[in-house]
């Protein structure tokens, strides 16, 4: 068996939710190849050897829509089914967009399955990018919707980061039928770790006693409140741990600095508290981003608002964090430093569900249901 998966724009989760995904699928038995079709060429150096990878620049980035990078993986993608023809292939797409430029009807003809992971509410999300003037929006409004139309053919099936994405989708846009739930995920490695808190705590001059907040921020999204940052610091209280790549200028309480993937694990054992609020709209209320994911296997308890409706399903609510009304209700939180054995436990409950062996194993089954014509 044959997978080809599509990644056609830079993501700043790759690390985390596509290279330890297809390598963990890679070093398996399940497929005989792994393909991975990507916007990004500077990855080389962290991609397995057993994935076979094709990087391509991504053309028209500041458009948002990526045409000839989806138009170069097309065909790509083309002569990669016909070299593998007999093989049972899935095409897996982490996005909606490139799939508008498959002819799904081909496709189907030669019995090949498609797989389109679904994230966000993106007819929601690109009226939160305030960079696009009102040309580039309008433009962007119309591939979007062919996305979308396009993704309404049964023969695509459907996975879903949440329960509320689906419903969403299936009260907005299409009817959705037989349609899966796969979150994101976390290296199976992923654990708190005592030593790491301790060696990293020191490095960052945090005491034993003090209180440390983290907040991993990816991009400069509206939706991540960066501005906010210097203005919710309460350094009598606790200090604000931001990890970015975004320039800020920080006042006393606030250290600012950007790790890789493989650190983060060390500098979520090392905080106290995790930090997520977003607005309360529909592309939160639908959403799960992986910080909050990242928070719960680390065993760390949240602060945030409960505009994230999955996260306040599967949170344990014994282990609940603070909820907070206004970003700057975090200045008046009574904090306190969790004992170890109970960010052990929860880190390892957390992990049952969302490690990349428990995702891989979904989508193992999703794959198996596709080729069985379930």
């Not at 970003?327 to 969302?354: A, G, Q, V």
Request: hydrophobic residues 40%; contains cysteine.
């Amino acid at each position: 068996m044959i997978l080809l998966y599509i990644s056609p724009q830079y993501h700043r989760v790759q690390d985390s939710q596509v290279i330890t995904f297809l390598t963990k699928l890679a070093n398996s038995e399940y497929f005989e190849k792994v393909y991975l079709l990507i916007g990004d060429n500077k990855i080389n150096n962290r991609i397995n050897k057993n994935i076979r990878m094709f990087s391509f620049p991504v053309f028209g980035h500041y458009f948002g829509l990526h045409f000839l990078t989806c138009f170069l993986f097309n065909v790509k993608l083309l002569y990669i089914i016909f070299q593998n023809f007999r093989s049972g292939i899935i095409i897996h797409s982490r996005t909606e967009i490139p799939l508008q430029y498959l002819s799904v009807w081909m496709l189907k003809r030669m019995n090949i399955r498609i797989l389109c992971d679904i994230r966000g509410a993106i007819d929601q999300e690109v009226y939160l990018f305030k960079s696009l003037n009102n040309f580039m929006l309008k433009l962007k409004e119309i591939f979007i919707k062919a996305a979308i139309k396009k993704l309404s053919n049964t023969y695509i099936r459907k996975t879903f980061i949440s329960p509320q994405l689906k419903n969403y989708y299936n009260e907005n846009h299409f009817k959705i039928e037989n349609a899966f739930i796969t979150e994101s995920m976390v290296d199976d490695g992923f654990l708190y770790d005592i030593e790491l808190r301790n060696k990293i705590r020191s490095e960052l001059g945090i005491g034993q006693n003090n209180i440390l907040i983290i907040y991993p921020i990816g991009g400069s999204e509206s939706w991540q409140n960066i501005e906010l940052m210097n203005k919710i610091v309460n350094p009598s209280k606790y200090t604000l741990l931001l990890l970015t790549k975004n320039k800020i200028n920080p006042q006393r309480g606030l250290i600012v600095k950007y790790v890789d993937y493989k650190d983060m694990n060390g500098y979520l054992s090392a905080a106290d508290y995790g930090f997520l609020f977003r607005d309360d709209n529909i592309v939160n209320q639908v959403a799960l981003p992986v910080k909050s994911i990242e928070y719960l296997c680390a065993g760390l308890p949240i602060i945030r608002n409960n505009s994230i409706q999955y996260l306040e399903q599967i949170i344990d609510k014994n282990y609940n964090g603070h909820i907070i009304n206004s970003i700057f209700d975090i200045k008046k939180l009574e904090l306190k430093i969790t004992e170890d054995h109970l960010r052990e436990y929860y880190s390892k409950k957390y992990l049952s569900f969302f490690s990349t062996s428990v995702i891989v194993e979904k989508y193992n089954k999703i794959y198996q249901l596709l080729l069985n014509n379930d």
